[in-house]
C-alpha cells in the first residue's frame, strides 16, 4: 500500500494570508488527524476526521479549520496567517479513531511565514 | 487537565547499555499507550504499543511498561545501537478517546 502523502512539502507565506495543505491517507484508512510540530511545544493535536465528520479539535484558534472527502483526503486551512503558525504540519492516518490505534504519519509540509 | 508529561526531554547513553523514557497521564479512562520514534527528517513512526489490559509488553530490545494505577508508562530500549538515536514520544488518549495527546519528547543520544 502506498504510505501517507501531503502536498505540498515546502511553503513560503506572507502575514495575514491563507494556505491549504493536502492529506492523501493510506486507503482504506478512515481518519485523519492533523498535528503541528514546532521545536518547543511538539506534537499539538489540531483536529481529527473521521468518516467526513469532525471527531475533536485541539487548543487552536478558529483560524484553523479543515475537511474530509468521501475518499477520504483532507484538508486543513489556515487563514489570516500569524508569524508563529510556523511550524511542521503533519497529517495520520489510521484505519479507525486515530487515539486508538496506529497512526500512520505523512511527510509533512513546512510552512514558514514572513 | 489534559496532560502527558514526558521525561527526560534529553538523554545520552553509551552503546551497549539501556535507556529509560517515562510518561505519565492524567486520563484515568486511557487504555492505548503508544510510542513513537521520529529520526532526524523524518516522520514519526509506531515503534510500541501497549492496551491496559497488559502490564508489559516487549519485542526485540524494546519493552513498555504500564502501571495504571500510577497513571504511568515506560519505554525501555535495552543494548543501545546507534540506529536508535532519534526523538521518542509517548502519547495517550483523552476525554473517552475523541482525541490523543503526545509528550513533549525525548531526544536520545547513543555515544560510540
Known amino acids: 500500500k502506498a504510505g501517507v502523502t501531503q502536498t505540498p512539502r515546502y511553503l513560503i507565506k506572507t502575514r495575514g494570508q491563507q494556505v491549504t495543505l493536502s492529506c492523501s491517507p493510506i486507503?482504506?484508512?478512515?481518519?485523519v488527524s492533523w498535528y503541528q510540530q514546532t521545536p518547543g511545544q511538539g506534537l499539538q493535536f489540531l483536529f481529527e476526521y473521521f468518516s467526513e465528520t469532525q471527531r475533536n479539535k485541539g487548543n487552536f484558534p478558529g483560524r484553523f479549520s479543515g475537511r474530509q472527502f468521501s475518499n477520504s483526503r483532507s484538508e486543513m486551512n489556515v487563514s489570516t496567517l500569524e508569524l508563529g503558525d510556523s511550524a511542521l504540519y503533519l497529517c495520520?492516518?489510521?484505519?479507525?479513531?486515530?487515539?486508538?490505534?496506529?497512526?500512520?504519519f505523512g511527510p509533512g509540509t513546512r510552512l514558514t511565514v514572513l | 487537565g489534559e496532560n502527558v508529561e514526558q521525561h527526560p526531554s534529553t538523554l545520552s547513553v553509551q552503546e551497549g547499555d539501556s535507556a529509560v523514557i517515562k510518561c505519565t497521564y492524567s486520563d484515568s479512562a486511557s487504555n492505548y499507550f503508544p510510542w513513537y520514534k521520529q529520526e532526524l527528517g523524518k516522520r514519526p513512526q509506531l515503534i510500541i504499543d501497549i492496551r491496559s489490559n497488559v502490564g508489559e509488553k516487549k519485542d526485540q530490545r524494546i519493552a513498555v511498561t504500564l502501571n495504571k494505577t500510577a497513571k504511568h508508562f515506560s519505554l525501555h530500549i535495552t543494548e543501545t545501537q546507534p540506529e536508535d538515536s532519534a526523538v521518542y514520544f509517548c502519547a495517550a488518549p483523552y476525554s473517552s478517546a475523541s482525541k490523543i495527546i503526545f509528550g513533549s519528547g525525548t531526544r536520545l543520544s547513543i555515544r560510540p
Open positions: 486507503s482504506g484508512h478512515r481518519s
Open positions: 495520520a492516518s489510521s484505519s479507525e479513531r486515530g487515539a486508538l490505534n496506529e497512526q500512520f
